[in-house]
């Protein structure tokens, strides 16, 4: 069984910074585009940025220039470093990977979401 598990929410205040980590884990062949999308209150899950396998990176503008994504293949592992965090970047974090399972087609996970809230 597939599972992501992500780590490193909290509260910070605007002006400060926090790093999210998605551990992929289960019977895993190959793990393709990998990402964090994010919730805030009232409004729609909305992309944040996404990374390949390779390494291209796909930002939301929103974001460009504070947040910074990474992947290590090794450890099946996604990052997202986030600077300059402010109130609008309050949200629900998920973590999203396309992922092979040993026997099974691709299909895309899901974490179980990691809170971020920017407040003084």
């Known amino acids: 069984q597939v599972q992501l598990v992500e780590s490193g929410g909290g509260l910070v205040q605007p002006g400060g910074s926090l790093r999210l980590s998605c551990a992929a884990s289960?019977?895993?062949?190959?793990?393709?585009?990998m990402g964090w999308y994010r919730q805030a209150p009232g409004k729609q899950r909305e992309l944040v940025v996404t990374?390949?396998?390779?390494?291209?990176?796909n930002y939301a503008d929103s974001v460009k220039g504070r947040f910074t994504i990474s992947r290590d293949n090794a450890k099946k592992t996604v990052y997202l470093q986030m600077n300059s965090l402010n109130a609008e970047d309050t949200a629900v974090y998920y973590c999203?990977?396309?992922?092979w399972g040993v026997g099974v087609t691709n299909r895309d996970y899901w974490g179980q979401g990691t809170q971020v809230t920017v407040s003084s």
């Open positions: 999203n990977a396309d992922i």
């Open positions: 289960g019977s895993i062949f190959s793990i393709n585009d």
């Open positions: 990374i390949t396998r390779g390494g291209s990176t």
